[in-house]
């Protein structure tokens, strides 16, 4: 019987190996212009010709391509239209050239100087150029994989990535959600809702300039997301050897779209060219189903709990189990969504929960007033 509550230690390199070793097979993805290095390469054309025949038809492979398949797929001349890729463009420099002014900050996987980053370039280029936005945006292809894989209502959202010449490669890694967790607390999620997690985003990335093999584009892994333990295992110096070893990475030209499961292993690669700036729009698509029934404000709850919390934990009357309880039930245990240019990971990939900061400021007394003032402060951090 398979492990329901899988362990470090339960992990199988020679699996892995064997599931990242399948070979895709053309002849399956009938819409395929090609495979490269086991992508699966789409051309724009085709695929919008394909959908006025059977959208139904292009939606199941492509979604098959993604969970069954390699896992990755590329579509060549996803933006036909170059000027509406460099207006964008235009945009993210203004953007990176205001937010300069604040000082360099390091991504989530590279330091500060390597990659330039700009957290919901959504949100920001709508602000700065509406025509912009909507000629970008209106994108049927982006439409169509994202409701491959998400269904209708899902929900977009975008940051910009520039590595620039000499910017070395990432770790490789699974992304969000659980890809930014530490392991002990990966642990605690039962496999099947961590196989679910996989299917709740979809990441994808928009070409803003050529990308030859030298500048580094990703380093893809196909297949790795078919391995039931990935979210444990990418951290694991064997796994990464693995990787290192047998990642791919496939030449883009600007208006290409890429798009992969979160499961998938990846990592951006070293530019090491002298003059090619790699810039990406990175996509990070939500399904619409992870939401609460109601709408509540945590924040009030906290605010009117903490004093009779803190008296009860002062005086011992809470156990443990009774005190975790509590925590989960009021306060938000999850560091996403978040305003990353105001409220950045600290000490790892992740910023400070609710359910953190509450157990924090029982553990160290904070009063109520500091609690608060805590509180406040990371409810305004947190906004758009």
Known sequence: MKALYLQPEQLDLTEFATLCEQSPVLSDYPLAAGIERGVLVYRAQTLNTAVHRDRIEVLTELHRALAQGPGVLV??????DKAVIE????????IFAEEA???????HFAQAGDNGRIWNSLQKVAERDAAAFIDYYGNSLLAL????WLGPWYQLTAQVNVVRPGGKAQQ???DYHLGFQPVADVSRFPLPVQLLSQYLTLQGAVAHSDMPLASGPTLLLPFSQQYDGGYLAWRRSDFIEYFERHAVQLPLEQGDMLFFSPALFHAAGSNS???????????????AFGK???????????????PELLARHRQGRLAESELSALIAAAADGYSFPTNLDR?????????RTQQQLLRQALEENWTEADFLRQLNLGKENRLA
Do not use: W
Not at 75 to 80: D, E, H, N, S
Not at 273 to 283: M, P, Q, Y
Not at 343 to 351: M, N, Q, W
């Open 172 to 174: 490789p890694h699974r």
């Open 343 to 351: 409220d950045p990971p600290l000490g790892g990939l992740a910023p």
């Open 101 to 107: 002014q604040a000082g360099a900050a390091a991504d």
């Open 75 to 80: 579509i060549k001349g996803g933006y036909a």
């Open 87 to 94: 207006r964008n463009t235009a945009v993210f420099e203004c």
């Open 145 to 148: 994989v994202c409701e491959a």
């Open 273 to 287: 060219t002298e003059d090619v700036v790699r810039t990406a729009n990175l996509l990070q698509v939500s399904s």
């Open 292 to 306: 609460p029934m109601e709408s509540l404000s945590r924040e009030r709850i906290l605010r009117h709990i903490y």
